[in-house]
């Protein structure tokens, strides 16, 4: 998909205003809590992401049910979200959707906050006002604008088809609400990036997943806990790209990739016999050839000489601890 960039004028960090807003701020800022999750230290994703993480989530119904970005609560045992007004409450994993990264979390208790209507990043064009507000009200909200809007591939297997990059960068970008001019919910924050306004661009800022990628898959999150489709195949490698070049950075420990023989420093040249030259058409290619379980055949370049690995593919959640019943 082709990308969405321009130029404009990034304002120092500021926190936003409620005469400057066309809705409640104060409203919609309460309901933006503060996460927090424990996770056993054997957990797969332990060592990567650590055992205990902090971020963001957004009450985004009566009930208590809050999203999030799913990093913050893969494997989690332990659960607690807190208010602005500092009502704490603990919670449990709902869901997690991977390909969108999305991840919703049930409040066992009453917080007081009020659900932020769902909105849309379609219409959001660069330039646009936004605000990025993480827990804790105004003193955790800041002015930004949309940068760009393109593209998206993540090392750890991961596309989307399109992001919102914002700028400034919010501090505790992990979860936090992107918040529209009307005053709905646009996007959850991921990740800090270095080139927000696009590749090759230096330009600090927050990459956002769209609200629109939660629709099609919050009634299978709720109902199973994940989305009810035969799961992509993955294969526990992390990629880099540069220049045209697609080389393995790193492995999962025990996962399809290391146990196949593949090894950190190997370029890949072919994903089942078709040649790749970026990261996100060589995830897609990867999983055109089928479902979890599937053989994936990759050529790579070792050493200067080209060999075939044929790694037998999985189901990520296989490695992956499951939620305590409650």
Known sequence: MAS???????????????????????????????????????????????????????????????????????????????????????????????????????????????????????????????????????????KARVVSKREFAGYWEYVLDEALFTMPPHPSWGGAACIGADGRLAGIGSLFVQEARGEGIASQGNMIVPIELLAPVQDDLLRFGRVDRPPRPWLGLYASEAEGTIFIAGLAEGGPAHRAGVHPGDIVLEVGGAPVSDLAG?????????????????????????????????????????????
């Open 4 to 142: 969405e960039t321009t130029e404009w004028a990034i304002p120092e960090p500021a926190q936003p205003k409620a005469a400057e807003c066309a809705f409640d701020l104060e409203r919609a800022l309460s309901a933006v809590l503060s996460l927090r999750s424990e996770i056993p230290d054997d957990a797969f994703t332990a060592s990567i992401l650590g055992t205990e993480r902090a971020g963001n989530g957004v009450m985004i119904r009566d009930d208590g049910l809050v999203l999030t970005i799913g990093y913050l609560i893969t494997e989690a045992e332990t659960i607690w979200l807190t208010a602005g007004s500092g009502a704490t409450a603990p919670a449990h994993v709902v869901g997690y959707d991977q390909a969108s990264g999305f991840g919703l979390v049930q409040a066992l208790g009453r917080l007081g906050v009020p659900a932020l209507e769902l909105g849309t990043s379609a219409r959001s064009t660069v330039g646009d006002p936004v605000i990025i507000a993480g827990g804790g009200g105004l003193a955790h909200a800041l």
């Open 282 to 326: 060589t995830f897609r290619s990867v999983w055109q050839l089928g479902p979890a379980g599937a053989e994936i055949p990759l050529m790579v370049m070792r050493d200067g000489t080209p060999r075939e690995i044929r790694i037998p593919s999985a189901d990520r959640s296989d490695f992956l601890k499951k939620p305590r019943l409650h």
